[in-house]
């Protein structure tokens, strides 16, 4: 197999931007770690303040939080934010604006987006080239846990201490301590 010297370039290019991503462009705290195999896509012209001055598309690492390996992280139409002692798992996919509480796990290959493309419709059955961006944060709370091929949609809210079901589909919010599952996801049990 040959290897083009544009396919080289890339690469490098590449390696280079996420190293920065690593060093430069991550509000952490001690402790907290993402992993080598990690793609952060965070670009410093996308870092900014708000309007009240916080923090605002930007990742943020607290206190042990911890990014495992093949994970994809996206801010560039929303900050995602990483709480105290809380974990994402491997493979998984998260596009913000996206907050995850503390003491939190998400499983492996988990896709949680508070980005939404809008499309027109179109007589002929054929996708059209996404027109805009419908932007609703998604918040995880305090001590939930994410089953592994989670999906949880732009928007919704997981209340603290609930439970999404391994391959569960979220597309409304979530109460309290509640257990959900299925496709989309409704609630089984309440603690």
């Not at 798992?89 to 809008?118: D, L």
């Not at 995880?140 to 989670?150: E, R, T």
Request: positive net charge.
């Amino acid at each position: 197999m040959i290897l083009y010297l544009k396919d080289i370039a890339k690469a490098m290019v590449l390696a280079v931007d996420q190293q920065l991503a690593r060093l430069f462009y991550i509000k952490r705290e001690s402790g907290s770690s993402v992993s080598t195999g990690a793609r952060l896509d965070i670009k410093p012209r996308l870092l900014s303040r708000g309007s009240q001055g916080e923090n605002y598309k930007e990742l943020v690492l607290n206190r042990n939080a911890f990014i495992e390996s093949r994970v994809v992280i996206n801010t560039w139409h929303g900050g995602v934010s990483v709480g105290s002692d809380s974990s994402v798992g491997i493979g998984s996919i998260i596009i913000g604006p996206v907050s995850i509480g503390k003491n939190t796990s998400v499983a492996q290959y988990v896709f949680v987006s508070g980005e939404n493309r809008v499309h027109t419709g179109s007589t002929s059955g054929l996708a059209s080239v996404a027109e805009s961006v419908d932007i609703k944060p998604v918040t995880i709370g305090d001590g939930v846990w994410v089953g592994a091929g989670a999906k949880i949609m732009p928007g919704c809210e997981i209340g603290d201490g609930a439970l999404v079901a391994a391959g569960a589909v979220v597309t409304k919010s979530v109460a309290p301590g509640a257990v959900v599952a299925g496709v989309p996801a409704v609630e089984i049990v309440r603690k």
